[in-house]
Each structure stands twice: as C-alpha cells, then as structure tokens.
C-alpha cells in the first residue's frame, strides 16, 4: 500500500479541465512543501512535472498547476489533450528522510 | 544534456546478489544527491535508496535496509546499488535519478534514467 493516496483512475474529453488529487498525513504533505507530481507514459520514465508544491520546470505547459491545503495535494490539468493521458505520480519528502510515492492516477483522455 | 544509463539488470535466484550501475553525464555528478527507484511490472513507483552528494549520507526503504547498499564513485560518475538476498518482490525496473539542487540530498528528481530490469525468480 502507497504511503500516499491518490485515485485510481480519471478521465477527461479534450479541452476539459481534471484535478487530480494526493492525500498524506502531516509527516510528509502537511509538513513540507516539498510536494512533486510525476507524469510516466507506458514503458517510459517518469517526467517531473511539478516540484515544490506549485512550480513548473521549464519547458512545462502552463496548463499543468498544483496545490496544497493541509494533507492534501492536488494537480489541475486544464484544456486536456490526447498527449497528456499517461500516468500521474505525487511525491513528497517526509519526516523519515524518505520520499514517499502515491499509488499513481491512471488519466485517459475520451 | 543530462543522462542517465542504467545497467547490471538480468534474472537472478531468490537470496542471490546483483549490483546496478548508473552512469551520468552532462553535469557535475559530484555536486548532486543521487536516488534509486524502481517499480514493480503494473504497479507504482517506490523509492529505494538515496546519497548524498558525496556519499556520506545514505537513506534506506526499510524494506530493503540491511539488503541493499546504495555507494557512488565521483571519480567515475557512477552511481551503484548492491543488492543481496533478493526476494521475488524485488523483481522491478530500478530507475536511478537525480536531485534537483547542488548539494542537496532530496526532494524531487529533475532527470531519470531508462531503467533496468531485474527480475528475483528460480
């Protein structure tokens, strides 16, 4: 079981907007603002899409946003295309000087 | 650019040892903290190990502390993970990657490699 927790599965029809979300507890999320969000496609390596809660890494689409209130994190895609169904990972430091992963949110676009 | 390549993957006999490799290039290997993570066929990603930039400070799953040691050789921009008494849930693609900051030991991963499979079974 993935330390932190995200829902299986979401969907969205191209130009939709889907949020997608990560609970914690307060050693890892509620604790740091260290929260990241990964995208994996099939049979590829994880991208770094979000790092320290809500910044982008050049060369991300401003489309991608994210957030976090208390336990909670959350990544917002805007305006869905076909290039982003993949994968999502949310990630955070914790206050077992570990990284701690969630069970990762499968997106399909409609 | 910034690479990573994996190697040292293969099929391995529960309670053998493997040791990985990750060799970087494209920046300066010795100013960074360097993880490893892997994730099972189907399944999420799961941290591993982490050093710090120097190799003084290493961080261990407990799953695997005791099992797996995590060193690096700077000389050669080399990262290595030493696996003995594998187990059949040690069976993933093991993804090496690096810290975002100089100097700093976590907290997100900026590049991974390809990764290499290792699979635990007789």
Known sequence: QSALSQPASVSGSPGQSITISCTGTSSDIGGYNYVSWYQQHPGKAPKLMIYDVSNRPSGVSNRFSASKSGDTASLTISGLQAEDEATYYCSSYTSSNTVAFGGGTKLTVL | ?122
């Not at chain 2, 690479?3 to 309670?15: D, I």
């Not at chain 2, 900026?110 to 079974?121: E, N, R």
Request: with cysteine; charged share 20%.
């Open chain 2, 1 to 122: 650019q910034v690479q990573l390549v994996e190697s040292g993957g293969g099929v391995v006999q529960p309670g053998r040892s493997l040791r990985l490799s990750c060799a970087a290039s494209g920046f300066t290997f010795r100013t960074y903290g360097m993880h490893w993570v892997r994730q099972a066929p189907g399944k999420g990603l799961e941290w591993v190990a982490g050093s710090s930039n120097d190799g003084t400070n290493k961080y261990y799953e407990d799953s695997v502390k005791g099992r797996f040691t995590i060193s690096r050789d700077n000389s050669k921009n080399t990262l290595y993970l030493q696996m003995n008494s594998l187990r059949a849930e040690d069976t993933a693609v093991y993804y090496c990657a690096k810290v975002s900051g100089n100097y700093v030991d976590w907290y997100y991963f900026d590049y991974w490699g390809q990764g290499t499979l290792v699979t635990v079974s007789s």
